[in-house]
C-alpha cells in the first residue's frame, strides 16, 4: 500500500516556475515507478512524465525542456520542477505509483491533487 500526499501546486506568472512535491508513505515506494498527470477542466487525465525505480526519466512532448521529474527515495519524495510555465499548463497535478506506463489507468495510487494555474 502506497499513500501519496502532493503540495507545492499554486498560481504563477507565463514564464515563471514551480516545484511540486509528493510525499509517499510505505515500505514499497522505491519498487515504484512515480508519475505525474494532469487534468484540466473538461479534459480528460493526461500523461506527464515517469520515472523508474532507478531514475529513469520520460517525459510528455509538451513540457520536454521545461519540466524536470527526480526521486529521491530515502526521502519517499518525488519532485517535479516546472520552469518557463505557460497557461496551457494550468491544471490539476496528481502524482501517481504503479507500473511503468503513459496510461492512467495502469497506475495503482494516486495523490488527492494539487493545483497549478499560470496566469497569461
Known amino acids: 500500500q502506497v499513500q501519496l500526499v502532493e503540495s507545492g501546486g499554486g498560481l504563477v506568472q507565463a514564464g515563471g516556475s514551480l516545484r511540486l512535491s509528493c510525499a509517499a508513505s510505505g515500505r514499497t515506494f522505491s519498487r515504484h515507478a512515480m508519475a505525474w498527470f494532469r487534468q484540466a477542466p473538461g479534459k480528460e487525465r493526461e500523461f506527464v512524465t515517469t520515472?523508474?525505480?532507478?531514475?529513469?526519466?520520460y517525459y510528455t512532448d509538451s513540457v520536454k525542456g521545461r519540466f524536470t521529474i527526480s526521486r529521491d527515495n530515502a526521502k519517499n519524495t518525488v519532485y517535479l520542477r516546472m520552469n518557463n510555465l505557460k497557461p496551457e499548463d494550468t491544471a490539476v497535478y496528481y502524482c501517481?505509483?504503479?507500473?511503468?506506463?503513459?496510461?492512467?489507468?495502469?497506475?495503482?495510487?494516486w495523490g488527492q491533487g494539487t493545483q497549478v494555474t499560470v496566469s497569461s
Open positions: 520515472i523508474t525505480w532507478n531514475g529513469d526519466t
Open positions: 501517481a505509483a504503479g507500473p511503468i506506463s503513459r496510461s492512467y489507468l495502469d497506475y495503482d495510487y
